[in-house]
């Protein structure tokens, strides 16, 4: 199976600040790459797919790049409801697989 | 709007059985695929096992094959996942998740997730 590793396990960052999460894939998934939002308490929500492509009402300061094995998602300017934990997904073949996830928290 | 909402879970002894359902609204359930996802206390997402639009296709992680089976009812527009010979390990919140690629029958490879239940907790 494809192993997603994401990098850091956690990052402190203050309000307003930029935030840049990296996922890196054992093995080439293309652009099949997702990125998913989890606040405690909560249910994942889709931010990301193909990679690139904001999910329906995901705001403008999210944004993801990369292809092949090494990915990586931005959030331009920290909002509080952003201090969350960020999962990556490869979705090219089965088993679809996780990444372990980013803790995002308030420095 | 689209919506999944899981029922079924509970507290269950080492070997017993459970089974999650899953009711969908909002969509074409048929044409999705449709997916179990869980989550450990404390810990990250692991995918459980998939299933076509049609049914016809199913898929498992190695942690349950052999022990979980997923099915669908197109008519009720829902999902179930049977759990047998349940352990301890299997103890998390299990989530329903719809497939976001709309393929006209079954799509041979797997696809992000765009709709999401609250979960359901399975203790065991």
């Known amino acids: 199976e494809i192993v997603m590793t994401q990098s850091p396990v956690t990052l402190s960052v203050s309000p307003g600040e930029r935030a840049t999460l990296s996922c890196r894939a054992s093995q080439t998934v293309s652009s099949n790459l997702a990125w998913y939002q989890q606040r405690p308490g909560q249910a994942p929500r889709l931010l990301i797919y193909?990679?690139?492509t904001r999910a329906t009402g995901i705001p403008a300061r999210f944004s993801g790049s990369g292809s092949g094995t090494e990915f990586t998602l931005t959030i331009s300017s920290l909002q509080s409801e952003d201090f969350a934990v960020y999962y990556c997904q490869q979705f090219y073949n089965w088993p679809q697989t996780f990444g372990r996830g980013t803790k995002v928290e308030i420095k | 709007e689209v919506q999944v909402v899981e029922s079924g879970g509970g507290l269950v002894q080492t070997g017993g059985s459970l089974r999650l359902s899953c009711a969908a609204s909002?969509?074409?359930?048929?044409?999705?695929?449709m997916n179990w996802v869980r989550q450990a206390p404390g810990t990250g997402l692991e995918w459980v096992s998939g299933i076509s639009g049609t049914g016809i296709a199913t898929y498992y992680g190695d942690s349950v094959k052999g022990r979980f089976t997923i099915s669908r009812d197109n008519s009720r527009n829902t999902l179930y996942l049977q759990m047998n010979s349940l352990r301890g390990e299997d103890t998390a919140v299990y989530y329903c998740?719809?497939?976001?690629?709309?393929?006209?029958?079954?799509?041979?490879?797997?696809?992000?997730?765009?709709?999401w239940g609250q979960g359901t907790l399975v203790t065991v």
């Open positions: 998740a719809k497939a976001g690629r709309f393929c006209g029958g079954d799509c041979p490879t797997p696809s992000y997730l765009d709709s």
């Open positions: 193909g990679a690139s």
């Open positions: 909002g969509f074409n359930f048929r044409s999705y695929a």
